[in-house]
């Protein structure tokens, strides 16, 4: 199919095989923008076909953006290295008539692991992402953390995609770390203030909508892990946004 897959990566040696072959069964091209790996992720690419293109990171949009200036298909799926095409995915992507199709994207269904753990409760699931897209008339929001594809007409498939988002419940925490650290950085680039009181309040309000509003007090122990690791990460990133204003106030003194 006349459709070009792009990945953006940093050290996914581990990952990139699998996501790879998966795009493989649906794209006649795959572009892969590295953000300067460390390890042998950009080897394993080129000698699966793909082209790679390296860019220091720019930000989840902007490097997401990048490599779609380089597709020769006017159809884009952007997947990410930890993500694969379920086989009612394939399918379903196999039996679109892009050529003549009146939506700008579709979006899938993700299911969302830890290991082989497949985490459902509090709105981990179905996880609507778009994932395929026509370049000319969608794409990514130039949000340097968590941006996601925009478009007038975005339609649904009921198919699915793995993400394997978390190898554990150690990379799990780590990860909060790590994405807490963009993200504060990412708010402070945009001017957000916060208050001494912020993280607390947002930590609060994370766990309440997990809890209720997405029902994970009656979803057992998958639902409580969702709605304490939310209200972790909304409080680090705004404690840690908290930390850089009052370095920089420190700085300018």
């Given at each position: 199919?006349?459709?070009?897959?792009?990945?953006?990566?940093?050290?996914?040696?581990?990952?990139?095989?699998?996501?790879?072959?998966?795009?493989?069964?649906?794209?006649?091209?795959?572009?892969?923008?590295?953000?300067?790996?460390?390890?042998?992720?950009?080897?394993?690419?080129?000698?699966?076909?793909?082209?790679?293109?390296?860019?220091?990171?720019?930000?989840?949009?902007?490097?997401?953006?990048?490599?779609?200036?380089?597709?020769?298909?006017?159809?884009?799926?952007?997947?990410?290295?930890?993500?694969?095409?379920?086989?009612?995915?394939?399918?379903?992507?196999?039996?679109?008539?892009?050529?003549?199709?009146?939506?700008?994207?579709?979006?899938?269904?993700?299911?969302?692991?830890?290991?082989?753990?497949?985490?459902?409760?509090?709105?981990?699931?179905?996880?609507?992402?778009?994932?395929?897209?026509?370049?000319?008339?969608?794409?990514?929001?130039?949000?340097?953390?968590?941006?996601?594809?925009?478009?007038?007409?975005?339609?649904?498939?009921?198919?699915?995609?793995?993400?394997?988002?978390?190898?554990?419940?150690?990379?799990?925490?780590?990860?909060?770390?790590?994405?807490?650290?963009?993200?504060?950085?990412?708010?402070?680039?945009?001017?957000?203030?916060?208050?001494?009181?912020?993280?607390?309040?947002?930590?609060?309000?994370?766990?309440?909508?997990?809890?209720?509003?997405?029902?994970?007090?009656?979803?057992?122990?998958?639902?409580?892990?969702?709605?304490?690791?939310?209200?972790?990460?909304?409080?680090m990133k705004y404690i840690k946004l908290?930390?850089?204003?009052?370095?920089?106030?420190?700085?300018?003194?």
């Amino acid at each position: 199919m006349m459709i070009t897959a792009t990945i953006i990566t940093l050290n996914e040696a581990q990952n990139i095989r699998d996501c790879i072959l998966s795009v493989q069964q649906v794209c006649d091209e795959v572009i892969v923008v590295d953000s300067l790996s460390s390890d042998n992720t950009v080897d394993i690419a080129r000698s699966l076909g793909a082209t790679v293109y390296q860019q220091e990171y720019l930000g989840d949009g902007p490097q997401k953006a990048f490599g779609v200036t380089y597709a020769k298909n006017s159809w884009i799926l952007s997947i990410d290295a930890d993500e694969r095409l379920e086989e009612d995915a394939v399918s379903a992507i196999r039996n679109l008539d892009l050529d003549n199709s009146r939506c700008d994207g579709y979006s899938f269904k993700r299911r969302n692991y830890v290991g082989q753990h497949w985490i459902r409760a509090a709105g981990f699931y179905p996880d609507r992402v778009v994932r395929l897209y026509h370049k000319d008339r969608a794409g990514y929001l130039p949000k340097k953390a968590h941006s996601s594809v925009a478009g007038d007409n975005l339609c649904q498939l009921n198919a699915h995609i793995e993400h394997f988002t978390y190898e554990n419940y150690t990379h799990w925490v780590e990860r909060i770390n790590a994405l807490s650290s963009r993200d504060a950085w990412a708010m402070y680039q945009r001017g957000v203030k916060v208050h001494r009181y912020t993280p607390f309040l947002h930590a609060t309000a994370g766990l309440i909508r997990k809890l209720v509003f997405k029902g994970g007090i009656f979803q057992g122990l998958d639902g409580l892990t969702v709605a304490i690791t939310t209200a972790f990460h909304g409080y680090m990133k705004y404690i840690k946004l908290l930390e850089i204003h009052q370095s920089s106030k420190t700085e300018k003194e």
